[in-house]
């Protein structure tokens, strides 16, 4: 029996709105420990108790790498919608009627510009909470515009993966995105500009496949998992079981996959470090993380 789910909790629901009360505490997924909300933004989302990182929303991950806070959104062009006329348990056109509804945003991609320790730089992150942060067309026109931003003002380019993988209700046309990121990807290396790849929880599937491990420097939040196929899909077809810790950013850093592991309070200093060096920069560390507020 746990006091606080058990007796606090209830209570809470019972003398609050049932808006605020739902959202007044998070469960850390990995030790159930129960989380003040508002405690969580001053740990930027990182469980007290165990250290888990819980997944950010795409604003509060934007907000967290431009300095004080600021950046420009840069609108990306539009796709077909629904090309494959898709339909499982609901139409693919209601699924992002409704995600977009949930989230606030078009599709699970947001690119912006602006300065990341006094450096201007463009960021393209991916929205898990938008269908896993899947890679459909849109994420893809979305990584190509980040790469077209970036060439033509000479900026450094950021990516920051979030993702299920590819997605299904696209077919063949979101497997196509793989190879049109990893030529936007190359094109911005020919330009001599650094490719920044932050990999978060998760990291799989066809992102992981192309334009996420492509970096000139991957950097990975503590504990997220990094792979292609799941860890259960690839002890049934090899019928082993795998290492302690297999696809985790730790275990990747170790074989060789990845060049930086930290926590989310470090990330951005680490990030403006590497930015520095590939731009020859001097750049401005401790600039403010969130805005708590």
């Known amino acids: 029996m746990n006091w606080l789910t058990d007796f606090v909790r209830p209570k809470i629901k019972k003398t609050t709105p049932k808006e605020i009360a739902d959202n007044l505490w998070v469960k850390c997924p990995v030790c159930g420990q129960m989380l003040f909300s508002k405690e969580m933004k001053k740990t930027l989302y990182v469980c007290t108790k165990c250290g888990h990182h819980l997944r950010l929303y ?13 950046y420009n959104e840069i609108a990306l062009p539009k796709t077909k919608e629904d090309p494959l006329k898709f339909r499982d348990s609901k139409k ?21 510009q602006g ?30 515009k980040a790469a077209e931003m970036a ?16 997605r299904m209700q696209e077919g063949i046309l979101s497997l196509m995105q793989m190879a049109r990121t990893t030529a936007a990807i190359n094109m911005v290396k020919e330009k001599g500009l650094p490719f920044i790849s932050i990999l978060t ?37 090899i019928r082993e079981k795998l290492p302690e810790g ?31 060096i590939l731009t ?13 507020k």
Do not use: W
């Open 115 to 144: 300065e990341i320790g006094g450096i201007t730089c463009v960021v393209a992150a991916l929205d898990f909470s938008f269908m896993g942060g899947s890679m459909g067309m849109a994420v893809g026109e979305g990584i190509v």
């Open 151 to 166: 060439m033509k003002g000479n900026y450094p380019l950021i990516t920051v993966a979030s993702s299920g993988g590819a």
């Open 92 to 112: 693919y056109t209601d699924r992002l009627k409704s995600y977009r509804k949930a989230t606030g945003n078009d599709d699970a991609i947001k690119v912006a």
């Open 201 to 237: 929880d998760p990291t799989t599937g066809g992102v992981s496949a192309s334009f996420a491990m492509l970096g000139d420097i991957h950097i990975a939040e503590k504990g997220c998992v990094i792979g292609f196929a799941g860890a259960r899909v690839i002890e049934q077809t």
């Open 58 to 70: 795409i604003d509060k991950r934007l907000k967290m790498l431009f300095d004080n806070g600021e």
């Open 246 to 276: 297999f696809q985790r950013a730790e275990y990747l850093k170790e074989h060789g996959m990845v060049d930086i592991v930290c926590t989310r309070d470090e990330l951005k200093n680490e990030l403006v470090k590497v930015i520095s």
């Open 280 to 292: 020859h920069n001097k750049p401005k560390l401790n600039t403010p993380l969130l805005d708590n």
